[in-house]
């Protein structure tokens, strides 16, 4: 079956700090991968995505990476902010399909 | 910025009774979601809804679930009669079109079923 799941369920860091959040997914067909960022009470908020023909792209101080060899996704966040503070899902996009797939989520803690 | 909007933000209603989540998706995008997600858990597809027909729906989207979109603007999600286990935050997400992958989600109606 198709799955995707974090490795870590909480991850604390110190403001300023650079932050790495890993998701492995199962799907070999899977095509197109995104992180959401969801603040407490709120709808999942886009914050990057990437197709599987790439390995790594660069937003505004978040970069995700595609490793499709073992099947992982990581988001790293520069200069971690206590905005950054909520909860991190990767997604994953079968190539025949239009749903996306929801790992557990990453609490992201930001220590001033 | 377009938004995907969501009303309303709070159902409470008993079991058995019925309700209807209305999302209203950035205006010109063409493809529709709806997605729960339980208390605690990860955010789960139900339906996606493509040119007035649904295009694929998830287990979990049986007989008591159907969606409508009524206008040109409004997208719906009716559930006929209510289960405990149905209560849920339930975000609309839509997309614009087949070459643009990214969902956007609305802030989503959180459902308590009582």
């Known amino acids: 079956g198709e799955s995707v799941g974090l490795h870590l369920p909480t991850l604390s860091v110190q403001e300023g700090d650079n932050s790495i959040i890993n998701c492995a997914y199962s799907n070999s067909a899977s095509d197109y991968f995104i992180w959401y960022k969801q603040e407490s009470g709120k709808g999942p908020q886009f914050i990057i995505d990437i197709r599987s023909n790439m390995d790594k792209r660069q937003g505004q101080r978040v970069t995700v990476l595609l490793n499709k060899t073992v099947k992982h996704l990581s988001l790293q966040i520069a200069a971690t902010q206590p905005g950054d503070s909520a909860v991190y899902f990767c997604?994953?996009?079968?190539?025949?399909?239009?749903?996306?797939?929801f790992g557990t989520g990453t609490l992201l803690a930001v220590q001033p | 910025e377009p938004e995907v909007t969501q009303t309303p933000s709070h159902q409470v209603t008993q079991m058995g009774q019925e309700v209807i989540l209305r999302c209203v998706p950035i205006?010109?995008?063409?493809?529709f979601y709806w997605y729960r997600q339980i208390l605690g858990q990860k955010v789960e597809f139900l339906v996606s809804?493509?040119?007035?027909?649904?295009?694929?729906k998830s287990e979990i989207f049986d007989d008591q679930f159907s969606v409508e979109r009524p206008d040109g603007s409004n997208f719906t999600l009716k559930i006929r009669s209510t289960k405990l286990e149905d209560s849920a935050m339930y975000f609309c997400?839509?997309?614009?079109?087949?070459?643009?992958?990214?969902?956007?989600f609305g802030p989503g109606t959180r459902l308590l079923v009582l």
């Open positions: 997400a839509s997309r614009r079109q087949s070459s643009q992958e990214t969902q956007y």
């Open positions: 205006s010109n995008h063409l493809y």
């Open positions: 809804f493509y040119n007035n027909e649904i295009s694929e």
């Open positions: 997604a994953e996009k079968d190539g025949a399909t239009n749903k996306l797939i």
